[in-house]
């Protein structure tokens, strides 16, 4: 067995916590920077240059990339030969809760749904975990801000739908949200499982690289089609119009049940962040 301390584990969260907030993903800028070549209208490649000079500001004078800093989801999957010397969920509370008070990030959580009251820490997160083999702890921290969170969705198709009634299903969520969600997007599906299942699916597809695509064929073939679908909407950066209304499309599917189809939609906006580290 390794012992972790607790207290390296809220440190790790903390850092990551600050690089998510201040350092745009690397794919996400290229691809950003390859949108900005291949754009024909000059209004928008007006606006990706702003985006692109942004995000490099942010990374120099370490501020951060938006103003909605987000609600810190943890990802964290436990090497089964770890143990952790201390309480977990609060080392990763207090790492959230110091990174976002020694930076001066905006504490967006409110305690009650209803009532509204905000928390002042950036606090609770929201913490994911899986046991697997090995001796290490690898931690992903997402910020996610609301924008285009709240323009996600899920729905439960029949069995018997066809892969283009999908591609309508995502392509209309995009449609809806205009430029509330701050496009360039990047869109992340989850299909199969239960509801719940799809939904975790469809924020972990934003993690892959976004230049990439899926090894299933039928399913890269899905992507594709979807991302071309979304860039036709001429909704464009920050919805002034132009080609680019989508960096990229991943699809993530798991098994489910014959009785079923669950999709889940998760739009991220172009500071799509997260950082990662194995400890
Ligand atoms: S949607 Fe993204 S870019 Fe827009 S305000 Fe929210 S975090 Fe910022």
Redesign the pocket.
């Known amino acids: 067995m390794r012992t972790i301390n607790s207290k390296l584990i809220a440190e790790t969260v903390k850092e990551l916590c600050i690089k998510a907030n201040l350092e745009l993903r690397k794919d996400i800028l290229s691809a950003l920077r390859r949108a900005r070549e291949k754009e024909t209208s000059s209004k928008a490649r007006g606006v990706l240059d702003i985006i692109i000079y942004n995000a490099l500001l942010a990374r120099k004078k370490r501020l951060p990339i938006?103003?909605?800093t987000?609600m810190v989801v943890a990802y964290v999957a436990i090497g089964q030969e770890v143990r952790i010397k201390g309480v977990f969920r609060k080392a990763v509370e207090r790492g959230v809760a110091e990174a976002y008070r020694c930076s001066y990030f905006r504490n967006s959580i409110v305690m009650d749904p209803l009532r509204r009251k905000n928390t002042k820490n950036n606090l609770p997160s929201i913490i994911y975990t899986c046991i697997v083999p090995g001796k290490r702890l690898n931690i992903r921290i997402s910020v996610k801000?609301?924008?285009?969170e709240n323009i996600s969705r899920t729905r439960m198709f029949r069995p018997t739908d066809s892969a283009s009634l999908i591609e309508d299903f995502v392509v209309e969520a995009v449609k809806d949200s205009g430029s509330r969600?701050?496009p360039p997007v990047y869109i992340g599906v989850g299909m199969g499982g239960t509801i719940d299942k799809a939904t975790l699916l469809s924020k972990e597809a934003v993690f892959r690289s976004v230049a990439g695509c899926s090894r299933k064929r039928h399913i890269a073939k899905l992507e594709k089609s979807i991302l071309a679908k979304v860039n036709s909407l001429k909704i464009g950066p920050m919805g002034v119009g132009g080609r680019t209304t989508a960096l990229g499309v991943s699809v993530l599917s798991y098994p489910t049940h014959i009785a079923g189809l669950p999709v889940a939609v998760n739009i991220s906006?172009?500071?799509t962040r997260d950082a990662r580290k194995v400890i």
């Open positions: 938006c103003q909605d987000g801000g609301f924008g285009c969600a701050c906006c172009h500071a």
